[in-house]
């Protein structure tokens, strides 16, 4: 028994390395082929990029970077502070009606990222007295919204909307919202909106569509999942999206009616405590936008260059720009993406938890901008590495 300042304490002879269990952790996840690397970048890569959510090639483009740059020197490369004090600017709001207007709502708000916005907004409209149904593939950022709302939830079948109707027809609480994907991050299938909308409403619920991988990709011009299904501006829906994606800038928004709006502002905590939006995403949001507004088939092309991938790697054709290639075991998928990098073809590689056990898979996101050359080398690449990978997979093309 040693004594402290008076206090007095048991020490033991062996120390304990309180850390050990991660030591345990990283062994099981090397044997599982789960270990996770960062790769940091260089400026400038020779790599044909199939991995990156950069799904205009906007993130270099010259106007882009123009809008950032102005952002900056007109408004410091920080917001300073919370929306609330001193973080939002003139610009802030510039960006946030010029979102809702493209998309179709009555207002929108930006958050520091696409996963505050979703935090945000969900449980600041959910709590203990309301019900969430959330599809069983939604994204991870609606999965912990959920798991913070402290309200009931049910996660229902993958684009199951009898399943949504039933869990909502059982309900005793006063309020109840839905959550989905517009555009599914894993798979790159679309959910299935106007029937949940249909559900959703006849049991007086409210929607919220993550439209992450919707918006610049689906839609007229790019304006989204929800704007293609005709539900722009539905008073019980409301979209949440990432700048980060085909707006090649960073931040998230919310586009809802004013009312919900109002009510974000007052009672979203991610919103309230968060340091606002820094200026040059939102400057490079905004020229981004802009872009896409000049250029609509941007939209169009981001699919047709999907399209082409998938022809390549045997799969059928995507609805989005994720084209997934399932391989099997997360080693498979691991040495995989390995063997496509080592030729000069960067591509994503999804493993468990990210997807089910047994379906690790190539990610390969698709460009607009990519060239008829760069395809070419995708074609001689992914050919040659797939044909080596599925001749020692269970999973066929
Ligand atoms: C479907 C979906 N929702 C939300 C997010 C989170 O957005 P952000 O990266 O801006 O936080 C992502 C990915 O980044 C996503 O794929």
């Given at each position: 028994m040693d004594d402290l300042n008076g206090v007095q304490v048991c020490s033991v002879a062996v120390t304990i390395d309180p850390l050990s269990w991660l030591d345990e952790r990283a062994a099981e996840r090397v044997a599982a082929g789960l270990r996770r690397e960062l790769r940091a970048r260089a400026p400038q890569s020779p790599s044909i990029d199939l991995a990156s959510n950069d799904y205009l090639g906007l993130v270099r483009h010259p106007a882009v970077?123009?809008?950032?740059?102005?952002?900056?020197?007109?408004?410091?490369?920080?917001?300073?502070?919370?929306?609330?004090?001193?973080?939002?600017?003139?610009?802030?709001?510039?960006?946030?009606?010029?979102?809702?207007e493209f998309v179709g709502a009555e207002a929108g708000l930006?958050?520091?990222?696409g996963y505050a916005?979703?935090?945000?907004?969900?449980?600041?409209?959910a709590g203990h007295g309301a019900l969430i149904v959330s599809d069983a593939g939604s994204h991870a950022s609606l999965v912990d919204a959920c798991r913070l709302s402290r309200a009931r939830v049910r996660i229902s079948a993958h684009r199951d909307v009898a399943a949504v109707d039933r869990?909502?027809?059982?309900r005793t609480e006063e309020r109840a919202l839905v959550l989905t994907d517009s555009v599914f991050s894993a798979d790159g299938d679309l959910a299935p909106l106007a029937q949940l909308h249909r559900v959703t409403r006849a049991n007086g619920a409210v929607l919220i569509v993550d439209e992450a991988h919707g918006l610049g990709v689906r839609g007229a011009g790019g304006r989204g999942l929800v704007h293609e299904v005709g539900l722009a501006g539905e008073p019980d829906l409301i979209i949440t999206a990432t700048l980060s994606k085909a707006l090649a800038a960073q931040?998230?928004?919310?586009?809802?009616?004013?009312?919900?709006?109002?009510?974000?502002i007052d009672a979203a905590r991610t919103f309230i405590f968060d340091t606002g939006l820094a200026p040059a995403a939102v400057g490079a949001a905004r020229a981004a936008l802009r872009l896409l507004r000049g250029e609509p088939e941007m939209a169009?092309?981001?699919?047709?260059?999907?399209?082409?991938?998938?022809?390549?790697?045997?799969?059928?054709?995507?609805?989005?720009?994720?084209?997934?290639?399932?391989?099997?075991?997360?080693?498979?998928?691991?040495?995989?993406?390995?063997?496509c990098r080592a030729r000069g073809l960067e591509v994503g590689c999804f493993r468990p938890p990210s997807v089910p056990e047994g379906t690790s898979r190539l990610r390969l996101t698709a460009r607009a901008d990519l060239t008829p050359d760069e395809l070419?080398?995708?074609?001689?690449?992914?050919?040659?590495?797939?044909?080596?990978?599925?001749?020692?997979?269970?999973?066929?093309?």
């Open positions: 970077v123009e809008g950032a740059i102005d952002a900056v020197r007109q408004w410091g490369t920080g917001s300073t502070g919370s929306r609330l004090v001193t973080g939002t600017t003139v610009a802030h709001e510039q960006l946030e009606a010029e979102l809702a930006v958050f520091a990222s916005a979703n935090l945000g907004v969900v449980t600041a409209l869990l909502l027809a059982t931040g998230g928004v919310v586009l809802a009616d004013t009312r919900i709006r109002a009510h974000l169009v092309r981001v699919l047709e260059r999907a399209a082409d991938i998938a022809r390549i790697a045997g799969v059928a054709e995507p609805h989005s720009a994720v084209v997934s290639v399932v391989l099997g075991e997360a080693q498979v998928a691991h040495d995989a993406a390995r063997a070419d080398t995708i074609a001689t690449v992914l050919t040659e590495v797939l044909a080596q990978t599925r001749g020692l997979s269970a999973v066929p093309a």
